[in-house]
């Protein structure tokens, strides 16, 4: 565990928004949860080397959802993360807010 | 296996990148955020040329760097076949073959050197097949693969046969001819090689 990579910047901000989506969390829903949360204008390419990147890693899986009109009669593919996968971002938040603290105030609004 | 159901060059690209399944959802989510009754609405032209540099990285993680060893041997042996025969045999052997049976034949002499021409080059893919065929056995791929294959190797020998036909001359040596085939033969094989890397396994 102790030489295990920590999360990259954006590696967190998807994992943190599939895991606020649950169930739902899939392409789109995760890009304007992003968006609603950060103002982050994630593109779908973006979105989908990222996932790729965590899903091999084990901190996602993946399974296909059923397609609509307003697709074009494409699938979705939903997201969901791994008990791994939970465990890192919980790694990830402790160094993070760790390295936060007593920094000056002016930061304390960022890490509220 | 889902069914790829490319509509336009968009897609095309998307599904090249992405493979079949990641292709759909990829697709779909495009669609989706172009769709009038979305909060964060988005052009689907803009989306997607925003979206093409993450495209191509997924694209290249499929590719194991086993798998890019193979190809890269297969585009090598291919082009190192099909040139070798051509200049060293089709080359120096179909004129002289033309002429020598030019008597016998019903078609003018230029026709029928483009005729020995593509005899000797047909034996000469047969050669290349078994090359191909070989290779298959060793790294046995599934079958989709070995059609790809076969149809850029088909290709490969296709494309310069029909600049030569289309190009009249009595020596069939012309450099641009030459520099077009190996400029064919290296596309192709980098297409077959990106066309494949959905059914591979990762890194």
Not at chain 1, 10 to 26: C, N, P, S
Not at chain 2, 96 to 101: G, I, M
Request: aromatic letters at 10%; charged letters at 20%; proline letters at 4%.
């Amino acid at each position: 565990m102790p030489n295990e990579k920590f999360l990259g910047e954006f590696e967190l901000i998807v994992m943190g928004a599939l895991m606020r989506l649950g169930d739902a969390a899939y392409g789109v829903a995760i890009i304007e949860e992003i968006d609603h949360r950060t103002g982050r204008d994630v593109s779908v390419g973006a979105l989908y080397s990222t996932l790729n990147r965590l899903e091999k890693k084990g901190y996602v899986e993946a399974r296909m959802g059923e397609a609509s009109a307003v697709r074009g009669g494409r699938a979705k593919r939903f997201f969901r993360v791994t008990r791994q996968g939970q465990t890192q971002v919980e790694r990830s938040a402790i160094a993070l807010h760790s390295m936060m603290q007593g920094l000056p105030a002016w930061l304390k609004g960022a890490q509220a | 296996m889902t069914r790829i159901t490319a509509g336009s060059w968009s897609d095309w690209l998307i599904y090249f990148f992405a493979g079949p399944e990641l292709g759909d959802a990829i697709a779909g989510d495009l669609r989706e955020q172009s769709a009038t009754d979305r909060p964060y609405k988005r052009s689907y032209e803009l989306a997607f040329v925003r979206s093409l540099p993450g495209l191509i990285q997924l694209g290249w993680r499929h590719v194991s760097p086993k798998r890019i060893g193979i190809e890269a041997v297969f585009a090598a042996l291919a082009l190192a076949l099909i040139s070798a025969w051509e200049v060293l045999v089709a080359r120096v052997y179909a004129w002289p073959l033309a002429v020598e049976f030019f008597a016998f034949s019903p078609l003018s002499i230029t026709a029928t050197c483009k005729l020995a021409y593509l005899v000797l080059f047909s034996i000469g893919m047969s050669a290349l097949l078994v090359g191909w065929f070989t290779l298959n056995a060793t790294t046995q791929p599934s079958w989709r693969v070995r059609a790809q294959r076969l149809g850029s190797c088909s290709i490969a020998g296709l494309a310069p046969t029909l600049i030569l036909l289309l190009n009249p001359g009595p020596h069939d040596g012309d450099p641009l001819f030459r520099y077009i085939q190996i400029v064919s033969i290296a596309l192709i094989g980098l297409v077959t090689a990106t066309c494949c890397r959905a059914r591979l396994k990762p890194a």
